[in-house]
């Protein structure tokens, strides 16, 4: 199968209902839940709403690897609680959501859509025996009281965007508490501190239970792309280690996509770096990069600047007080040959985090022509904060800064030429690579 293919694993089945002016149905208990680690012998999903659902119509949503395989199609148990068998393999990342942004088939008896409730567990390896739970029922909660007293400190004194959403936090704690101190084990206790930190609408702000990270807010924006389809659209495509692939247009312009600047894209970028020595002119589409190492992506964005730029500012709160705001300066990579032809960088919605400083440092460049659409406007620097209950709070460090000094956090960088993408166009084109090919 193509590294590029995106599966969906979709159950929907349609009902028309009214949409009546109600809350919407929440998730309140899932089996397994987000953050889980449980035996590859389980044999059932089961979700359970927080109120009457309609049971002609479902949403579940995932794909691919991750997808749990289904035997026979799910059941309502009753009118609150839907439950399906599965069959799943040992030592095993698994990922699916109840509804999402844009399957909402999972409605209340009265219509209203159900909250989207991302759920990714993971399967023991064969043979390996769960931890062992010797603490009492009271040692337990006088750990996470102690617990909930660090992540309390640790949101007043270091998290950087505290006060950008003017969020009650003394109150959210209060509310939070009894079920904080009452959890049983610490994915428990980090699925009940997500909730009470989801107000912040922060991407950067999550919770660590061994390897597992459970979110306080997901990035449900849609993509400007069909990551399947670019295999054909490109020519001369080849894929590299890290996802990063390379191809080439009539006339000698070059098309370089980069789908993250984590380690795993390292060596795949000397393929990238490659493509610039013959090419009359760049294409470079970061549609699905979702972040990584500022570093790497400041290495590359080196070879289109001609002079030492500041491209962002980093405002850091540590202990109550807020330090900076410090410079973030992109110069030319004297290791690499400069390109000096036309640039276009393919951007959107799921550019995040350390994409952003890209796009800004691209921005920089007075060949480079940002094409698409608005990222989604979220850097955070996250630094753990470990609760010593088994649970580590990554909370955001810095404020992410323009470089005249406005914040990116929920405003995102504007492309230089915007070019609208609906759904029913990705089925049969790609809007965004073709103005880039029409651009002078």
């Avoid at 009457?52 to 609150?80: E, L, Q, Y």
């Avoid at 109150?171 to 699925?191: G, M, N, V, Y």
């Avoid at 796009?359 to 989604?376: A, E, F, V």
Wanted: proline share 7%; charged share 25%; with cysteine.
């Amino acid at each position: 199968m193509n590294r590029y293919t995106w599966l969906v694993g979709l159950i929907i089945c349609g009902a028309s209902v009214a949409v009546a002016d109600a809350a919407p149905p929440k998730v309140v208990h899932a089996t397994p839940d987000d953050g889980d680690v449980v035996e590859a012998t389980v044999k059932e999903i089961k979700i359970e709403f927080d109120q009457p659902m309609n049971a002609g119509g479902r949403s579940i949503v995932g794909g691919g690897d991750s997808f749990p395989k289904m035997i026979g199609k799910p059941r309502w148990i009753n009118t609150k609680t839907i439950a399906w068998t599965v069959e799943l393999q040992p030592d095993h990342d698994y990922w699916l959501s109840i509804n999402s942004d844009r399957f909402t088939n999972f409605r209340s008896a009265t219509g209203e859509a159900a909250e989207p409730h991302p759920i990714s567990f993971k399967t023991r390896a064969a043979g390996a025996k769960s931890p062992a739970t010797t603490q009492s029922a009271e040692s337990s909660r006088e750990q996470n009281r102690r617990a909930i007293e660090t992540l309390r400190r640790a949101i007043d004194e270091d998290y950087s965007y505290r006060d950008r959403l003017n969020v009650d936090w003394p109150a959210r704690f209060k509310e939070a508490a009894p079920k904080l101190e009452a959890a049983t084990s610490p994915a428990d206790f980090a699925r009940e501190a997500a909730k009470l930190l989801a107000p912040a609408n922060d991407l950067h702000l999550s919770l660590k239970v061994g390897d597992r990270f459970i979110a306080t807010h997901r990035n449900w924006a849609k993509a400007n792309f069909d990551l399947q389809s670019l295999p054909q659209r490109v020519p001369n495509w080849t894929e590299h280690d890290g996802g990063v692939a390379t191809g080439r247009f009539e006339g000698g312009v070059a098309y370089v996509l980069i789908p993250g600047w984590g380690n795993e894209q390292r060596d795949g970028l000397e393929a990238a770096y490659a493509a610039m020595k013959d090419a009359t002119a760049m294409i470079i589409d970061v549609r699905p990069n979702g972040g990584g190492d500022e570093m790497l992506a400041r290495q590359f964005a080196g070879c289109f600047v001609d002079s030492a730029k500041v491209y962002s500012k980093s405002l850091i709160r540590q202990g109550g007080k807020f330090t900076g705001p410090f410079d973030r300066i992109v110069a030319p990579n004297a290791a690499r040959r400069p390109f000096t032809g036309r640039v276009v960088v393919l951007m959107g919605p799921v550019n995040v985090s350390r994409c952003e400083s890209f796009l800004l440092m691209m921005k920089q460049s007075p060949r480079c022509t940002l094409l698409g659409d608005k990222s989604s406007g979220s850097s955070g620097n996250p630094k753990p904060h470990d609760l010593s209950n088994g649970v580590v709070a990554m909370i955001p460090s810095w404020q992410d800064q323009f470089p005249d000094g406005k914040p990116l956090e929920g405003v995102g960088v504007n492309p230089d030429v915007v070019v609208p993408v609906t759904d029913a166009q990705l089925h049969d084109r790609d809007p965004v690579l073709e103005a880039a090919l029409k651009s002078p």
